[in-house]
């Protein structure tokens, strides 16, 4: 009898494994789905930059605009210089200021904060996040360039100066680093704090010499990440950094960023089949290189240095 119920009890699970499976390839099917679109999106976006672009460099040499340095499209000069020098001091500048601080900012709430302040810290942060770039742009304009200016003199930084433009940036970007770091160091096990704390080590130490080192990989995860968020920036630099480019490595001086040129650029009257604006997707396909190769730079770097913690 037993073995019977015990029968009759298997048959009735199989017929609901097989009722339920329908609903289990459905749900699979559109998460492939989900899947494909997401890589299909990404083949449309390349397909579209090298479509665009192998029409602009039928018209101007990839010799010019990678190894020239003026860019006047009146005379059709094209050479992306002017706008990948401002792009890297405006990243530059960011990450001078999230990079310290977000790692300073992972390591008080991973090992010194307690519980309360700990609460209260990241959403602060996550509000920080949230701020809309635009308001990060005028609050650059309106109060970090005048400082600059009362601090260095007036007749040194000019109005619009990508100084302004990257301090605020790694404001933006302090969130991102700060939870990424504090990511890789909350995965460290407590067995190395504990054999740490039983050598003698004190929370410095631990902090700089055991944590750090060990979430090694998580960390340079995060500045990677962050610089691609800098690179990528574009209301920030468009609204605080200047219009037009200038071959500068001078902070105080106005420069067109590649992001702030394509905004200009792209809201004006031009027309659609003109070099000009073809030139706007040779941009945007540079953005993409770079950041590509950040992001391969990064999970190389997670790739040799991960630690795998048992």
Partial sequence: MQHGHYR????????????????????????FFCAAVS???????VLTLGTESWT????????????TFEWQPMIERF???????????????AMLIAL?????????????????????????LEVLAGI?????GYFALTVVTPLLRNVFGQDRVDVYNT?????????????????????ALSSVPNSLREAAYAMGATKLELSLNVMVPSAFSGIAAAFILGLSRAVGETMIVALAAGAGPNLTLNPFKAAETMTGH??????????YDTVDYQSLFAIALVLFFVTLGLNVLSRRIIRKYGEVYE
């Avoid at 009759?8 to 998460?31: D, K, M, Y």
Wanted: glycine share 8%.
């Fill in 56 to 67: 602009f460099f039928k018209h101007v040499s990839p010799f010019e605009f990678l190894f």
């Fill in 39 to 45: 890589i299909l999106t990404t083949l449309g976006i």
């Fill in 100 to 124: 310290p601080l977000g790692l300073g900012v992972a390591i008080y709430l991973s090992e010194y904060a307690p519980n309360a302040v700990r609460e209260t810290l990241k959403p602060i």
């Fill in 79 to 93: 050479g992306i210089w002017p706008l990948f020098t401002a792009t890297f001091m405006t990243s530059l500048a």
């Fill in 262 to 271: 394509i905004v200009r650029i792209s809201g004006g009257d031009i027309g």
């Fill in 132 to 136: 809309p770039t635009v308001v990060y």
């Fill in 163 to 183: 100084l302004s433009a990257g301090l605020v940036m790694g404001v933006l970007i302090l969130p991102l680093v700060s939870s990424m770091c504090e990511d």
């Fill in 8 to 31: 009759e009890e298997t048959t009735g699970v199989l017929s609901l494994a097989r009722r339920s499976r329908p609903w289990e390839q459905a749900i699979q099917s559109f998460l």
